[in-house]
Every structure is written in structure tokens, then in C-alpha cells.
């Protein structure tokens, strides 16, 4: 039976699953005949069989270079990637790497990225309504002190001294006892609270211990996830003609934003593949390098490149539980073959070493038997032609 229940009869769904399509395909199959309406089980068994041919006819053949087609196919293009930073679409005022430098940070498999952001999704009411939207912004960006108040230093008393605004207090859902509280936390001082005024000081008179609680409390952060320093909201259209609330943020913490009320988890994403890995696991982060250099070339207009090399470049970084870079300290470095390591990047280190712990190389790859001037064990190159006589008493086989 199919994974989706369609109204098409026992006869097709025979027909249809005895052919060798993948289930994705089948489904299609399924919809493009009950959207029909009138097909009959005749129609079924030619518009099957003809999917068929045509997948059957789009597979890679036996021994085709797999790897070095995605190469060619993500390298020639990549030539015309623009160098800088390209501001991101749509998006006020938030600039994110673009271009060549975004593709090599995620080859590369960088920690973190140059410019890191989230799309933040909403839920409910959230993403409705720009009040409880605007909750969710402050829960999430940095608050520090000078965006609450003015900050003072009275050199006479000692004294650090702040004058909160109570506009921004209540639109940042904060009060003036929570801000003291803080402070006194992070700073080990007895902070005094007398409406929005709040003052503190060192323990001893001390000029220069003065300089440092002004400094201490200038980092600390008092409401939302301090790697977020700016969060834009954005009104965006739906496909149905709705409109919901967006917020793009400059900074990311991709694991603390989906604990937030109001955050939809199932949507949220960020241009981190490694914090990706941490939160939603390997294979969550294969589509996110994918989507990632997809959407990298398509910003220049290379749309056109198969999401199937993409699909083989993320495969190889993934399939070992970890994101591994391309690149001599990842993939390109963990080759059995010393040839081909050889081949990539410091050359006389590798030899060096394999020379020292007598390794072997099996010629196996593509590289190693480039340098040694064998054919490669790929297309024609992995085939072995012998030639014999043929023999009348064997009914015409060869010897």
C-alpha cells in the first residue's frame, strides 16, 4: 500500500509498485493519476512503465567519476562567484557573507561562520500579532545596560550611578528591581534601587576599580541570548496571501532561540551547519550544507548547477556521524592513500611520515595512479580486455 492513501485502485497500486521507482516517484505517480481522474489501469501501466525508462535512464552509469563531475560541475561556475559581501536579500540592514568566501567557509566546515544569522520563525498568535512578535525579539536580542539607561561615574562619592528609562523598561519587559539584581549578581556589589535610579561602587575607594565595575557592567547582558547583538522584524507574505512576522537576527544561538515561547522550532534555521549538527543532529546538518551552497550559487545567478553534486559534497562531509571539512586536515587528509595526500597539500610531510611507518599505497583512486601514469580504475579504465582464439571443438568459444 502506498505511504499516502490515493483513490486509484488495487489494479494500479499492483502496477505501480511492482515497477523499481523509488517511493517519492511512486507517490508522484499515485497524484498525477488520481488528478486525472478518468486513467484506467491501461494508462496506469504506460504512464509507470514510462517514468520508469526515463529514471532507469537518468541513473549514473557503472563506473562513471562521480566526484570529479561534481567538482567540475560546482568548480567552473564557482569561478564566477563575486569576492565581497553580498547584503542579504530583503533583509534591512544585516549583510551576510555571500559569494566565493560563503562557498569556501562551507567547504571548509568553519566553527563559525564570518556573519552569523538566524531566520527566526514564529507560531500562533506571534506571528500575527507585532506586540507578542516584539516579545519574542526582546527574548531574544542582547539587552545591555546603555540601551536601558544612561550610565554615570561620580569620582567625589565613588559612586557608579544609572538612570533607567521606564519607556524602555516596559517595552522590554524588564523592571528596574531585576536590572539591580543583575548587577549584583555579575558585579558582587550592593546595588541600591530607588525607582529607576540605581547606584553601586567598589568596596574600597578605588578610581581605577571604579573604571572597571563601569566597564564589567557595560558587558553585561540583562535580557535575550548574548551572542545576538540586532534582531530585524520583517512583515512577509504567505503563499496563501496571509502575512506573517520574521525575525532575522544578527548573531546566532540557534539552541537556546528554539527553547523560546512563541519560536516555531520546526521552521527556525540559522547559516551554522555545526550548530545544526549540535541541536538537530547529522542529517539535519546534510540538508543544511546543501541548502546552504545551493542557495550561495543561486544568489549569483548558477542555479543551474545539478543539487546533485551539491547532494555528493555534503554526503562525503556527513557520512561519518561529524561534519568533516574538504580539505587536507578533513577528507583530502584522511585518505588511505599517501599519493593522493601527497597530491593535495605538503607534499614532503606526507612522504615523509608514510616513508617513516612504511605504509602502502593500493593505487586505488583517481590521483595516486595520475602521478604513476597507470590508467585509472574508472569508466574504461576498470575494465580488462583478454584476447583468446576461438576453438571449433568448444561450438565456437573463446579459449
Known amino acids: ?229 540586532r534582531v530585524v522584524i520583517r512583515r512577509e507574505e504567505l503563499d496563501d496571501g496571509g502575512e506573517q512576522f520574521v525575525l532575522y537576527t544578527e548573531g546566532s544561538a540557534f539552541g537556546d532561540v528554539l527553547e523560546i515561547d512563541g519560536v516555531d522550532a520546526s521552521r527556525t534555521t540559522c547559516n551554522n551547519i555545526h550548530e545544526i549538527h549540535r541541536n538537530l543532529g547529522i542529517e539535519a546538518a546534510r540538508e543544511a550544507i546543501i541548502e546552504e551552497t545551493n542557495n550561495t550559487l543561486a544568489e549569483q545567478g548558477l542555479d543551474d548547477v545539478n543539487v546533485r553534486h551539491l547532494m555528493l559534497v555534503a554526503d562525503i562531509m556527513t557520512n561519518r556521524g561529524e561534519i568533516e571539512s574538504i580539505g587536507r586536515h578533513g577528507i583530502s587528509g584522511s585518505k588511505d592513500s599517501v599519493l593522493a595526500r601527497a597530491a593535495f597539500e605538503v607534499t614532503v610531510n606526507h612522504l615523509l611520515n608514510a616513508a617513516i611507518h612504511g605504509e602502502i599505497d593500493e593505487l586505488d583512486g583517481v590521483a595516486e595512479n595520475v602521478i604513476v601514469g597507470k590508467p585509472i580504475k574508472l569508466g574504461t579504465g576498470d575494465v580488462d580486455l583478454r584476447m583468446g582464439s576461438i576453438n571449433p571443438g568448444t561450438g565456437g568459444q573463446a579459449d
Open 1 to 229: 500500500m502506498t505511504e499516502v492513501d490515493y483513490a486509484v485502485d488495487d489494479d494500479t497500486i499492483a502496477i505501480v509498485e511492482d515497477t523499481t521507482l523509488p517511493r517519492r516517484l511512486k507517490d508522484e505517480v499515485y497524484a498525477t493519476l488520481e488528478d486525472r481522474g478518468d486513467a484506467t489501469v491501461e494508462d496506469a501501466d504506460e504512464l509507470a512503465k514510462a517514468v520508469e525508462a526515463r529514471y532507469i535512464d537518468t541513473r549514473v552509469e557503472p563506473l562513471e567519476p562521480v566526484g570529479t563531475v561534481s567538482a567540475q560541475s560546482i568548480g567552473e561556475p564557482g569561478t564566477q562567484l563575486t569576492m565581497n559581501t553580498f547584503h542579504y536579500a530583503g533583509v534591512a540592514e544585516i549583510d551576510v557573507t555571500q559569494g566565493l568566501p560563503r562557498l569556501i567557509e562551507l567547504v571548509d566546515a568553519r566553527k563559525t561562520p564570518d556573519t552569523p544569522m538566524m531566520t527566526v520563525y514564529l507560531e500562533n498568535e506571534y506571528a500575527t500579532e507585532r506586540e507578542k512578535a516584539h516579545e519574542v525579539v526582546w527574548n531574544i536580542e542582547a539587552t545591555k545596560i546603555l540601551a536601558l539607561g544612561d550610565v554615570s561615574t561620580n569620582v567625589a562619592d565613588m559612586r557608579v550611578q544609572i538612570s533607567l528609562n521606564e519607556e524602555t523598561l516596559e517595552e522590554r519587559l524588564i523592571t528596574p528591581d531585576e536590572v539591580a539584581e543583575i548587577i549584583e549578581d555579575n558585579l558582587g556589589v550592593k546595588a541600591i534601587q530607588n525607582g529607576t535610579e540605581i547606584e553601586f561602587g567598589p568596596e574600597e575607594p578605588s578610581y581605577r576599580d571604579l573604571l572597571q565595575l563601569v566597564e564589567e557592567l557595560r558587558d553585561i547582558t540583562f535580557k535575550g541570548i548574548e551572542e545576538v547583538s
